[in-house]
């Protein structure tokens, strides 16, 4: 910015001056000339024109004129100051490409998010779902109660163990609710052992009231599966019968004290539901499960001679048949073995010979299979020397009364499911094996 006083010249009456500032751009905004509008002095196009012209003789000097001046400083600060202003304009496709790429940034970094987001919930939704109290409710509704359950506390049970009992039986909706519920309260009470009535579809607090009702508790009661061998029977008796263990074990050390031949009386107690007098005795509680089993044996029709071999029979149905619907099928492939000569190569009896009958998997050891003892069917010829557990009515049944067929295996193609399929030829067995196999494959956690 020059430095001018008002005496200095002014533009009017200093021709340099005049020149110089003259042809300054005004300051507002200048309107685009027409093309055809001669050039800005000093501007780019006006010394492009000076220049191709300087070539060529000037009009006026082929006539005489005189020459005209030219100032090199001059036309210096002319370029200097009368260039043009307008800044260059990025072109529209590079705008364009800028903008695409700021948004492939933005979707990249919002996917990014949302994909991590989907894999946080996949992972771990059920666990924030718990933890926010979102989802289905771990609790049936009040006034979903229906129909009855018996349920059993066993001696040292807490509160976790009585919890999962209560979903077992089919009173709560989820494993953990009852457990959930005592610790959420602070509930504190004592649970007594023994079998219980109660309802399915019960709330947890509807089920905590139940249980401390002393109407809802079996005196000297207990709940027996079908399937236990001997010594799991009179342990579930001791956890919830008044009645100690060491005296159900002398019990049933003889079995001639309740008119049973035979080695042992596995097989002889029945799988029920068993409330005893207040007093009750072990010998008293033997003798009832024993009678029972006679009174099963009577309404099948089974001859007094032929009890132990019907019962032994009805023991490996039990332990193999896994629905109902299959334990006259079971039963049909063991007679027809046993009519033909074959060895019977169930897996029930050879882990029940080795002692890994319930040791959660349905597959046997190869030190099972192959151990020589008198229950393992893969080694002996006929039956076991005993009954390997104690049967229920219908094994009993189907036993005595098998179904008509040619099959000569079985095995349970889908352990969830029970599905069982019966073959008549080795190579039939065989493809079924492959099935069960296959399907072991899928499902590794599911006991095989």
Known sequence: MSDRSPSAATPENDPVSH?????????????????????????????????????????????????????????????LFHHETEPPKTPKRKKRRGCLIALLVVFVLIAGAAGGGLWVWNTYGTKISEVMGWGPSKDFEAGQATGNALVTIKKGDGGQQ?????????????????????????????????VYKLQLKMTAAAALKALQDPKNKMQNSAVLPEGLSVTETISRIAQSVDVPLADLQAAVKNPADYGVNAPSLEGWLFPALYEFPPGATAKDVVST???????????????????????TIASIVQREARA??????????????????MKLQMDSTAQYGYGE??????????????????????????????????????????????????????????????????????????????????????NPSSGC
């Open 162 to 194: 009585i919890s999962q009992a209560m979903y077992d039986a089919g009173v709560t909706k989820t494993s953990g609710v009852f457990y959930d519920m005592l610790v959420k309260d602070n509930v504190v009470t004592t649970f007594y052992p023994g």
């Open 19 to 79: 020149d110089l500032f003259g042809a300054l751009p005004d300051p507002q905004v200048q309107s685009p000339r027409p093309a055809e509008q001669t050039a800005v002095p000093g501007s780019r196009r006006a010394v492009r024109e000076a220049a191709s012209s300087s070539s060529a003789p000037s009009p006026s000097a082929e006539e005489g004129a005189p020459a005209e001046h030219h100032d090199p400083f001059h036309s210096t600060l002319e370029a």
């Open 357 to 442: 009958l319930h040791s959660g998997s349905a597959s046997t050891s190869d030190a099972a299979q192959n151990d020589d003892n008198p229950w393992n069917t893969y080694v002996i010829d006929g039956l076991p020397k005993t009954p390997i557990s104690n049967p229920g009515d219908k094994a009993i049944d189907a036993a005595m009364h098998p179904a008509a067929g040619p099959w000569l295996y079985f095995v349970t193609v889908n352990l969830d499911t029970g599905e069982t399929v019966f073959s008549t030829t080795y190579a039939e067995h065989e493809a079924a094996v492959k099935q069960w196999q296959d399907w072991c494959k899928a």
């Open 324 to 341: 109902e619907a299959d334990f006259y099928k079971v039963s049909r492939v063991i007679q027809n073995r046993l009519d033909q000569g």
């Open 289 to 311: 499960l024993v009678q029972r089993t006679r009174d099963s044996l009577s309404a099948a029709g089974v001859p007094a001679a032929d009890e132990q071999r019907v019962l």
